[in-house]
């Protein structure tokens, strides 16, 4: 669901087919019929947005059938935790949950919280999610519980009452999807799952795309917990990435909310100001967050070095603290209002790649001057004369940098893929020219600002001056001509830490300390470089007889492959059975053993009881497989850490055809719509937009076509853009097969080729034929090959917990002909 | 990293598959892949989706000949899927960029300037815009060292090393807070 898995990631897709020819079933439910769909034992159609409907229906089914798993839900998840008797479900206020405050159009969650002894001091900031950091109230660690189910209050219960309403006839009516298709594909995900079998689901940005997309997620992740398909072999839920080093760029990352490894970002809105207030409030007594401090004090020593010290908070004030939001979108209104002045881009390009691209064009010409850095002269790059809307180059102040970048094979590096494997690439050739790696331009940009500061003795430039920044190699590899390029092993050596006093290599982030005597720049990949000499990212060797594969590239935490792999063996530590053993707990050898690295306290019995009075794991029982939950409980229902709802619940996006059929509030009520007169969002039903849009990917183009429509061998196989509309919506605006058309939503409007295809299903929704149509996202006005740019059409709009725009449904109209 | 690979076509083999060898000029029988005389083989790794898949980079007099799937890796089994296949082009291309083109205020021409300058003058722009907006405190006096002024985009495309080198220096050592990536879209 919400990928197009044999398109945007075929080679991914050998592995789903290598299974289906012994004998799995695979199933691809989505608004569109693609090669996934046509390479699958059972396509289902679903209205694009209506995923939670689905899911919840899939949920009902199980919960209602009683299909689910149940030692393993008893055991593994908080389905026996009491809630606050104060919560109050969204069944129950017509779709909106316990806490919400009209005016400011935000959750307090304190009522979602578990029953159970207040946890006074640091255990109440157990709101730790990564991502999300405003408002969200604590989960008490040690919930109130009641093993049989039955209370009225139990997670269990609530989960039933709040999915009653999902049953296969609601499911069909919201999505479109003939009832007895999705029985089809309940009886068969459920006969799939339990002790012998386990089903995997994967996701693409159909899902995250989304006004609601963590909570698709989440939804996938309640039932995945029902039926016992998470921590095991065959199970879980694949994150499909759309780029070669996404996830890596998630994890160190490039994002204005997390510091390195999934660490709060210090913020002035929460009680941050002193290294031992922000420890405080971020760190979580119960469970593996505990040794937070550890990480953070190591990546102060990794960044600022012999500056980081204990009398000065280890530089932590040097770190810039965020006030709000900075996420892209919220940075792309502050660009066009012009509160922002020089914007660096790497590798991306909004001016074509992002929501409402001719808004992120316009926000471009607000600044006083641009770099972008590309192999290619990115749309983003052009923006000042070769846009659509025709800018005359002489009204426009920017100021324009075009830096040549260099390609994998040029530069030592490493990519960390969709199931968290690092692996490096070497270098093969020079780049050409004046073309350099990213890593060059960064750091030599890093040395000129050092140098531009060197005499300044003000506080806010210490922390540059500070930064520990030595990454020439000793001597140069005599085969390549540029030789002031930095070692990318000498970075990823500090990203995987090291002793401060001897500057030996870490084992692994188990060896971190809060005393300052280590650093490490990314907790979560400490190991990758575990000695002097030995890069595992590196490491190319297949292990013949374990087809886990673990010597080949490193798959942080740990190089665990599957996460809470705990959970693959029974509370006793015993497998679930032969056939789907894989890690479990050797009693002879007093250890987990298995064909992975156990994601578990390796000599820790399955007995072993939790310890009120202990801290971090120590608060785990021996049966408690998610150690980063300060339950240690997989969470069907989220107590806390989401602002949006403690459980998934089906709301319309924010640009529907229909009005929600289970709730009068339409949509989401905490979703961030970017009100400005420049963003327009349609209201439901609006007669003018009757038709929902989707966008998608092509295998041979990508993105928005900096890497590929330079291309002269993919530009042939995929020239022109194009939209994917019915025979049945063709003949209404009598539209035939390669006509030009012309897409219109409340943002824009674009010409395209029709593609007339009976891939694009008319659905039926309540009673009314819904139409969709399906938009490829490749095209640009640079390149061999042009064409139109569907984000031009895409709302700005910001999902609550991620602040991500809503692609993936949208309204619009179609006509024949072209743009005037 | 040597890869052995058999070149020509092997008659005998189609013999034992039941075929009969056709009739082939000496040319056929002679030609090889270009591959066989390459000065080495580098590891890789795709730079388009986020499956990983494995490439090895052929190259003969410091130049790239080819690229193709490495057999030896367990995630695409010596595979690549069309873009994959077609990396080659993506890095040796005539339509690359090589120098640094800047565009000045209002100009409406790129010029070709050396690399350099453009690193030097770069560096003025991001102090100079550091400087005008810098804030060190909010108006109720929290510390909060932030240039609200500068924001970076990018990149799910690099390495991590280069991801890294970024947020360390645009957020740990300028105070930059806008950093963002493809993630978030």
Same mark, same amino acid.
């Given at each position: 669901?919400?990928?197009?898995?044999?398109?945007?990631?075929?080679?991914?897709?050998?592995?789903?087919?290598?299974?289906?020819?012994?004998?799995?079933?695979?199933?691809?439910?989505?608004?569109?019929?693609?090669?996934?769909?046509?390479?699958?034992?059972?396509?289902?159609?679903?209205?694009?947005?209506?995923?939670?409907?689905?899911?919840?229906?899939?949920?009902?089914?199980?919960?209602?059938?009683?299909?689910?798993?149940?030692?393993?839900?008893?055991?593994?998840?908080?389905?026996?935790?009491?809630?606050?008797?104060?919560?109050?479900?969204?069944?129950?206020?017509?779709?909106?949950?316990?806490? *919400?405050?009209?005016?400011?159009?935000?959750?307090?969650?304190?009522?979602?919280?578990?029953?159970?002894?207040?946890?006074?001091?640091?255990?109440?900031?157990?709101?730790?999610?990564?991502?999300?950091?405003?408002?969200?109230?604590?989960?008490?660690?040690?919930?109130?519980?009641?093993?049989?189910?039955?209370?009225?209050?139990?997670?269990?219960?609530?989960?039933?009452?709040?999915?009653?309403?999902?049953?296969?006839?609601?499911?069909?009516?919201?999505?479109?999807?003939?009832?007895?298709?999705?029985?089809?594909?309940?009886?068969?995900?459920?006969?799939?799952?339990?002790?012998?079998?386990?089903?995997?689901?994967?996701?693409?940005?159909?899902?995250?795309?989304?006004?609601?997309?963590?909570?698709?997620?989440?939804?996938?992740?309640?039932?995945?917990?029902?039926?016992?398909?998470?921590?095991?072999?065959?199970?879980?839920?694949?994150?499909?990435?759309?780029?070669?080093?996404?996830?890596?760029?998630?994890?160190?990352?490039?994002?204005?909310?997390?510091?390195?490894?999934?660490?709060?970002?210090?913020?002035?809105?929460?009680?941050?100001?002193?290294?031992?207030?922000?420890?405080?409030?971020?760190?979580?007594?119960?469970?593996?967050?505990?040794?937070?401090?550890?990480?953070?004090?190591?990546?102060?020593?990794?960044?600022?070095?012999?500056?980081?010290?204990?009398?000065?908070?280890?530089?932590?004030?040097?770190?810039?603290?965020?006030?709000?939001?900075?996420?892209?979108?919220?940075?792309?209104?502050?660009?066009?209002?012009?509160?922002?002045?020089?914007?660096?881009?790497?590798?991306?390009?909004?001016?074509?790649?992002?929501?409402?691209?001719?808004?992120?064009?316009?926000?471009?010409?607000?600044?006083?001057?641009?770099?972008?850095?590309?192999?290619?002269?990115?749309?983003?790059?052009?923006?000042?004369?070769?846009?659509?809307?025709?800018?005359?180059?002489?009204?426009?102040?920017?100021?324009?940098?075009?830096?040549?970048?260099?390609?994998?094979?040029?530069?030592?590096?490493?990519?960390?893929?969709?199931?968290?494997?690092?692996?490096?690439?070497?270098?093969?050739?020079? #780049?050409?020219?004046?073309?350099?790696?990213?890593?060059?331009?960064?750091?030599?940009?890093?040395?000129?600002?050092?140098?531009?500061?060197?005499?300044?003795?003000?506080?806010?430039?210490?922390?540059?001056?500070?930064?520990?920044?030595?990454?020439?190699?000793?001597?140069?590899?005599?085969?390549?001509?540029?030789?002031?390029?930095?070692?990318?092993?000498?970075?990823?050596?500090?990203?995987?830490?090291?002793?401060?006093?001897?500057?030996?290599?870490?084992?692994?982030?188990?060896?971190?300390?809060?005393?300052?005597?280590?650093?490490?720049?990314?907790?979560?990949?400490?190991?990758?470089?575990?000695?002097?000499?030995?890069?595992?990212?590196?490491?190319?060797?297949?292990?013949?007889?374990?087809?886990?594969?673990?010597?080949?590239?490193?798959?942080?935490?740990?190089?665990?492959?599957?996460?809470?792999?705990?959970?693959?063996?029974?509370?006793?530590?015993?497998?679930?059975?032969?056939?789907?053993?894989?890690?479990?707990?050797?009693?002879?050898?007093?250890?987990?053993?298995?064909?992975?690295?156990?994601?578990?306290?390796?000599?820790?019995?399955?007995?072993?009881?939790?310890?009120?009075?202990?801290?971090?794991?120590?608060?785990?029982?021996?049966?408690?497989? *998610?150690?980063?939950?300060?339950?240690?409980?997989?969470?069907?229902?989220?107590?806390?850490?989401?602002?949006?709802?403690?459980?998934?619940?089906?709301?319309?996006?924010?640009?529907?055809?229909?009005?929600?059929?289970?709730?009068?509030?339409?949509?989401?009520?905490?979703?961030?719509?970017?009100?400005?007169?420049?963003?327009?969002?349609?209201?439901?039903?609006?007669?003018?937009? #009757?038709?929902?849009?989707?966008?998608?990917?092509?295998?041979?183009?990508?993105?928005?076509?900096?890497?590929?429509?330079?291309?002269?061998?993919?530009?042939?196989?995929?020239?022109?853009?194009?939209?994917?509309?019915?025979?049945?919506?063709?003949?209404?605006?009598?539209?035939?097969?390669?006509?030009?058309?012309?897409?219109?939503?409340?943002?824009?409007?674009?010409?395209?080729?029709?593609?007339?295809?009976?891939?694009?299903?008319?659905?039926?929704?309540?009673?009314?034929?819904?139409?969709?149509?399906?938009?490829?996202?490749?095209?640009?006005?640079?390149?061999?090959?042009?064409?139109?740019?569907?984000?031009?059409?895409?709302?700005?709009?910001?999902?609550?917990?991620?602040?991500?725009?809503?692609?993936?449904?949208?309204?619009?109209?179609?006509?024949?002909?072209?743009?005037? | 990293?040597?890869?052995?690979?058999?070149?020509?076509?092997?008659?005998?083999?189609?013999?034992?598959?039941?075929?009969?060898?056709?009739?082939?000029?000496?040319?056929?029988?002679?030609?090889?892949?270009?591959?066989?005389?390459?000065?080495?083989?580098?590891?890789?790794?795709?730079?388009?989706?986020?499956?990983?898949?494995?490439?090895?980079?052929?190259?003969?007099?410091?130049?790239?000949?080819?690229?193709?799937?490495?057999?030896?890796?367990?995630?695409?089994?010596?595979?690549?899927?069309?873009?994959?296949?077609?990396?080659?082009?993506?890095?040796?291309?005539?339509?690359?960029?090589?120098?640094? &083109?800047?565009?000045?205020?209002?100009?409406?021409?790129?010029?070709?300037?050396?690399?350099?300058?453009?690193?030097?003058?770069?560096?003025?722009?991001?102090?100079?815009?550091?400087?005008?907006?810098?804030?060190?405190?909010?108006?109720?006096? &929290?510390?909060?060292?932030?240039?609200?002024?500068?924001?970076?985009?990018?990149?799910?495309?690099?390495?991590?090393?280069?991801?890294?080198?970024?947020? &360390?220096?645009?957020?740990?050592?300028?105070?930059?807070?806008?950093?963002?990536?493809?993630?978030?879209?």
């Amino acid at each position: 669901m919400g990928s197009n898995m044999a398109e945007a990631h075929p080679v991914g897709f050998r592995w789903p087919m290598k299974a289906k020819e012994r004998g799995a079933t695979l199933i691809h439910v989505d608004p569109h019929f693609s090669r996934t769909s046509a390479s699958c034992d059972l396509y289902v159609p679903i209205r694009s947005g209506t995923d939670i409907a689905f899911l919840g229906g899939l949920i009902n089914y199980v919960l209602t059938n009683d299909l689910w798993f149940h030692e393993y839900v008893l055991a593994y998840t908080n389905a026996s935790s009491l809630i606050d008797p104060d919560y109050r479900d969204a069944e129950d206020g017509d779709g909106i949950f316990s806490g *919400f405050d009209d005016k400011a159009k935000k959750y307090d969650n304190r009522s979602w919280t578990y029953k159970g002894p207040a946890m006074e001091g640091p255990e109440d900031a157990a709101s730790h999610s990564g991502h999300g950091q405003e408002g969200t109230s604590p989960a008490k660690h040690r919930p109130d519980r009641d093993e049989t189910l039955q209370d009225p209050h139990c997670v269990f219960q609530i989960m039933k009452r709040h999915y009653a309403r999902y049953t296969p006839e609601m499911v069909e009516k919201i999505t479109g999807t003939p009832k007895a298709l999705f029985l089809r594909v309940a009886d068969i995900l459920t006969k799939n799952s339990g002790r012998e079998r386990t089903s995997a689901i994967c996701y693409a940005v159909g899902w995250t795309q989304q006004s609601f997309g963590p909570q698709i997620i989440r939804a996938a992740g309640i039932l995945q917990l029902l039926l016992g398909n998470i921590g095991r072999p065959g199970g879980g839920i694949m994150a499909l990435r759309g780029h070669a080093s996404i996830q890596g760029s998630t994890d160190v990352p490039t994002l204005f909310d997390l510091l390195p490894g999934y660490l709060p970002q210090p913020a002035s809105f929460k009680p941050d100001g002193s290294l031992d207030d922000y420890l405080k409030g971020a760190t979580v007594n119960s469970g593996y967050w505990s040794n937070l401090p550890k990480f953070m004090i190591s990546l102060l020593k990794a960044w600022y070095g012999d500056a980081a010290q204990k009398d000065n908070d280890y530089g932590y004030d040097w770190i810039g603290k965020i006030t709000g939001d900075h996420s892209h979108i919220a940075t792309a209104t502050e660009m066009a209002d012009g509160k922002i002045k020089g914007f660096i881009v790497f590798g991306q390009n909004p001016a074509a790649g992002s929501p409402h691209a001719s808004f992120q064009r316009k926000a471009l010409k607000q600044l006083d001057w641009l770099v972008t850095v590309d192999l290619y002269e990115t749309e983003t790059a052009a923006f000042w004369y070769g846009a659509p809307e025709r800018p005359n180059p002489k009204d426009i102040k920017t100021e324009v940098f075009l830096i040549p970048a260099a390609g994998p094979a040029e530069k030592d590096g490493t990519f960390t893929n969709t199931q968290r494997l690092l692996q490096f690439h070497d270098k093969a050739v020079d #780049p050409p020219g004046d073309t350099r790696s990213d890593t060059w331009f960064v750091y030599h940009l890093g040395m000129r600002l050092k140098a531009l500061y060197r005499d300044s003795t003000h506080p806010k430039d210490q922390g540059l001056l500070s930064l520990t920044w030595d990454y020439l190699p000793e001597r140069p590899d005599p085969e390549f001509r540029i030789k002031d390029e930095p070692s990318a092993e000498k970075i990823l050596k500090e990203i995987n830490g090291y002793t401060v006093a001897d500057r030996k290599q870490l084992k692994d982030f188990e060896h971190l300390k809060t005393d300052g005597s280590t650093a490490c720049g990314v907790w979560i990949y400490a190991g990758v470089f575990p000695e002097e000499g030995k890069n595992l990212a590196r490491s190319r060797q297949r292990t013949p007889g374990n087809y886990v594969e673990p010597d080949w590239g490193f798959a942080w935490p740990a190089n665990r492959r599957i996460l809470y792999n705990r959970a693959s063996a029974d509370p006793s530590g015993k497998p679930w059975s032969e056939r789907k053993k894989y890690i479990y707990w050797d009693a002879a050898r007093k250890r987990w053993t298995g064909p992975d690295v156990p994601d578990f306290p390796q000599t820790k019995a399955p007995d072993t009881p939790a310890r009120d009075d202990g801290t971090g794991m120590d608060k785990h029982s021996g049966s408690d497989p *998610f150690s980063l939950k300060p339950d240690g409980r997989g969470w069907l229902f989220a107590p806390s850490g989401l602002k949006d709802g403690p459980l998934p619940t089906h709301y319309e996006p924010l640009e529907s055809p229909v009005t929600n059929l289970l709730y009068r509030q339409q949509s989401s009520p905490v979703v961030n719509r970017v009100p400005r007169p420049d963003n327009p969002i349609s209201a439901p039903g609006d007669p003018r937009y #009757p038709y929902v849009a989707t966008t998608y990917r092509v295998t041979e183009q990508y993105l928005s076509g900096v890497m590929s429509r330079w291309n002269s061998w993919l530009d042939e196989l995929q020239p022109e853009m194009f939209a994917e509309i019915s025979p049945e919506l063709a003949g209404e605006h009598g539209i035939t097969n390669t006509d030009w058309m012309v897409v219109r939503s409340a943002r824009a409007e674009i010409e395209c080729r029709a593609l007339v295809t009976e891939r694009m299903r008319p659905l039926t929704i309540d009673g009314r034929t819904v139409h969709v149509v399906g938009l490829p996202i490749h095209w640009g006005y640079k390149g061999l090959v042009t064409g139109a740019i569907t984000n031009d059409l895409v709302e700005l709009s910001e999902e609550p917990n991620v602040y991500i725009q809503e692609d993936k449904a949208f309204t619009c109209n179609v006509r024949k002909g072209r743009l005037t | 990293m040597a890869v052995e690979r058999e070149g020509g076509l092997d008659l005998g083999m189609l013999g034992r598959l039941g075929m009969a060898p056709q009739p082939m000029s000496r040319e056929s029988i002679e030609k090889a892949p270009r591959t066989r005389t390459a000065d080495k083989v580098v590891a890789s790794v795709c730079p388009y989706c986020a499956v990983g898949c494995s490439q090895l980079v052929y190259v003969k007099d410091k130049r790239i000949i080819d690229i193709e799937g490495n057999p030896a890796s367990p995630i695409n089994e010596g595979t690549l899927c069309p873009k994959g296949a077609s990396t080659y082009q993506y890095l040796v291309n005539p339509n690359r960029m090589t120098t640094v &083109k800047y565009r000045a205020p209002y100009s409406d021409h790129w010029e070709d300037r050396p690399l350099d300058w453009a690193i030097d003058r770069i560096a003025e722009r991001i102090r100079d815009v550091r400087e005008a907006s810098f804030v060190e405190r909010t108006p109720d006096g &929290k510390l909060i060292n932030q240039t609200p002024g500068i924001a970076t985009l990018g990149g799910a495309t690099m390495d991590i090393e280069e991801n890294y080198l970024i947020k &360390k220096l645009f957020n740990g050592g300028l105070g930059v807070v806008s950093i963002e990536n493809q993630a978030r879209i």
